[in-house]
């Protein structure tokens, strides 16, 4: 009969649950004893669990970080004090090459991406990085810390609108918080990754 074995033998991680017939001749059941998993399979599965979180850092935070970043390193104006930042660490040199070899590809960004898609980028980044951060909390821990995030953006934009803030006031860039606030929530994981 297909899945029956021996008595008392065991099979890989599988052992056979035995009972007595009425004539006292054993008979093996048809339900298994599974075995724990093995010390090996539970570390494939931590490390198959680390490698999809780690994943998720690198698509959701670390990249679109990278992105605004690079923006605004490579074709935003070096009067911007993160240009002050690079003078500090001593890398202006290799940033200044950096924005010489990409000069040419100026022409083709579109203004909207040079000057907004930076701040959407960097508004996902935070919100994806709170979603996941508080994956296992309550609903309304969570919503307070993502409108935590959305005040941080569009009220920076406000500050420099009443001049408590250095910065020039656009209302595109109110727009891009927004989208990028959004997309985060509706594109990032919410629920967390299991053992």
């Given at each position: 009969?297909?899945?029956?074995?021996?008595?008392?033998?065991?099979?890989?991680?599988?052992?056979?649950?035995c009972?007595?017939?009425?004539?006292g001749?054993?008979?093996?059941?048809?339900?298994?004893?599974?075995?724990?998993?093995?010390?090996?399979?539970?570390?494939?599965?931590?490390?198959?669990?680390?490698?999809?979180?780690?994943?998720?850092?690198?698509?959701?935070?670390?990249?679109?970080?990278?992105?605004?970043s690079?923006?605004?390193?490579?074709?935003?104006?070096?009067t911007?004090?993160?240009?002050?930042?690079?003078?500090?660490?001593?890398?202006?040199?290799?940033?200044l090459?950096?924005?010489?070899?990409?000069?040419?590809?100026?022409?083709?960004?579109?203004?909207?991406a040079?000057f907004?898609l930076?701040?959407?980028?960097?508004?996902?980044?935070?919100?994806?990085?709170?979603?996941?951060?508080?994956?296992?909390?309550?609903?309304?821990?969570?919503?307070?810390?993502?409108?935590?995030?959305?005040?941080?953006?569009?009220?920076?934009?406000?500050?420099?609108?009443?001049?408590?803030?250095?910065?020039?006031?656009?209302?595109?860039?109110?727009?891009?918080?927004?989208?990028?606030?959004?997309?985060?929530?509706?594109?990032?994981p919410?629920?967390?990754?299991?053992?």
């Amino acid at each position: 009969m297909p899945g029956i074995r021996p008595c008392g033998n065991t099979n890989g991680n599988e052992q056979t649950a035995c009972r007595s017939c009425g004539a006292g001749f054993p008979i093996c059941d048809l339900f298994i004893m599974r075995k724990p998993a093995s010390r090996h399979a539970r570390g494939r599965s931590v490390l198959h669990t680390s490698c999809r979180r780690l994943g998720r850092v690198l698509l959701h935070i670390i990249l679109r970080l990278g992105i605004g970043s690079l923006i605004y390193i490579l074709w935003r104006t070096p009067t911007l004090r993160v240009f002050r930042w690079f003078d500090t660490l001593g890398i202006t040199w290799w940033i200044l090459r950096l924005r010489q070899f990409f000069a040419p590809c100026r022409a083709f960004v579109p203004a909207w991406a040079l000057f907004s898609l930076p701040v959407a980028l960097w508004m996902y980044a935070m919100v994806a990085w709170f979603q996941m951060a508080l994956s296992g909390s309550d609903r309304l821990i969570r919503w307070i810390w993502l409108s935590i995030a959305l005040t941080l953006g569009v009220g920076s934009e406000l500050g420099q609108l009443c001049r408590l803030v250095p910065g020039t006031f656009d209302g595109r860039d109110v727009a891009f918080y927004l989208a990028g606030w959004i997309a985060a929530i509706v594109c990032t994981p919410k629920k967390e990754i299991p053992e």
